[in-house]
């Protein structure tokens, strides 16, 4: 794995490989993340080539007096390839590099990836992932393949992002770090509230208005939370006493900015969001709330092609 981190830091690039017991824990451990050492700086460069797919795309699939099948696949293989390509930033996130070594050789195997670099990735996602991806929205392309659709194909890509971001085990190993490693590492808190602050962005703007794409959004990070604290797999660690003070302050911001929006749907939303977190921290609505949408995968086709590496593709029944 070449080192992109260390060549833009002005350092010689190295090539490692992978630590035997990483337990997945180590950042460059990537699929297809070409300088995958620094995630976000490939991922950047793969949104661009995507963004260069979706520039040619209907073109590439328009064939005269045939149907759009084709640009149905292609485009659902976008998508996933899109959701694909961000959870390679999540990886950085309560990660380590590791370098496989034995006894009689300095150092330690599991080095933790700076906090600067864990913060950098989750302001990415912020501005990436979770961000209305507007690139992926063309009415040329979407009202050629579907009446309806779109809504629930984007909040499906961004939960695939969002679960791996807020898995149960990179959590632990934010906690842990803390306790090892203090202010060196990246405090549980601070990687909450920064996640928060890119999802419910908009609610600290002087002017508050949420569109729909971000309404799913936000509605699936509280299925989310629902599920970690009510569900039948409840977490009873640091995760539960976090979770719960965020969504306390999710609730209190979202009432501090009903004084400042004048748009109805995003005054009905924000209401709505008191609501459900009202139900989320109550005992007796355990149980109750959904647990978020799985990814769908769709097959890519109906041949039995063999294909180089695992392909992608995120669509609506």
Not at 32 to 60: C, F, I, P, W
Request: glycine share 6%; with cysteine; proline share 4%.
């Amino acid at each position: 794995m070449l080192d992109a981190w260390a060549r833009e830091q002005d350092k010689t690039p190295w090539l490692r490989f992978s630590t035997d017991r990483s337990q997945g824990a180590d950042s460059g451990e990537n699929t297809e993340a070409v300088g995958d050492a620094d995630a976000v700086y490939s991922t950047g460069l793969g949104l661009k080539n995507l963004q260069r797919v979706m520039d040619h795309l209907l073109v590439a699939t328009t064939h005269e007096g045939k149907d759009w099948d084709d640009l149905r696949i292609v485009y659902g293989r976008v998508v996933g390839q899109w959701a694909n390509e961000l959870g390679h930033v999540t990886q950085i996130v309560g990660a380590f590099d590791s370098s496989e070594k034995h006894g009689g050789q300095e150092g330690v195997r599991f080095t933790l990836v700076p906090k600067a670099r864990q913060v950098a990735a989750v302001k990415f996602l912020g501005e990436n992932a979770f961000a209305t991806p507007a690139m992926l929205l063309r009415p040329e392309i979407l009202r050629r393949i579907e009446p309806a659709g779109a809504l629930t194909r984007i909040r499906t890509a961004q939960l695939q992002v969002l679960n791996s971001l807020m898995s149960t085990q990179r959590f632990d190993r934010l906690v842990e770090e803390e306790a090892l490693d203090g202010a060196a590492a990246y405090r549980p808190s601070e990687f909450l509230a920064d996640v928060r602050k890119g999802i419910f962005g908009e609610m600290y703007s002087s002017s508050v208005k949420i569109d729909a794409y971000r309404r799913n959004l936000q509605r699936a990070y509280l299925d989310l939370m629902s599920t970690r604290l009510n569900g039948p797999q409840r977490v009873n660690d640091d995760q539960r006493p976090m979770f719960r003070g965020e969504l306390k302050t999710i609730a209190a911001d979202a009432g501090a900015a009903l004084a400042r929006t004048t748009d109805r749907d995003t005054r009905l939303h924000l209401e709505d969001l008191r609501d459900q977190i009202a139900k989320i921290l109550d005992p007796k609505f355990q149980l109750a709330n959904p647990a978020p949408v799985a990814p769908v995968r769709l097959p890519i086709s109906d041949r039995n092609d063999t294909y180089c590496w695992t392909d992608y593709a995120i669509g609506v029944e």
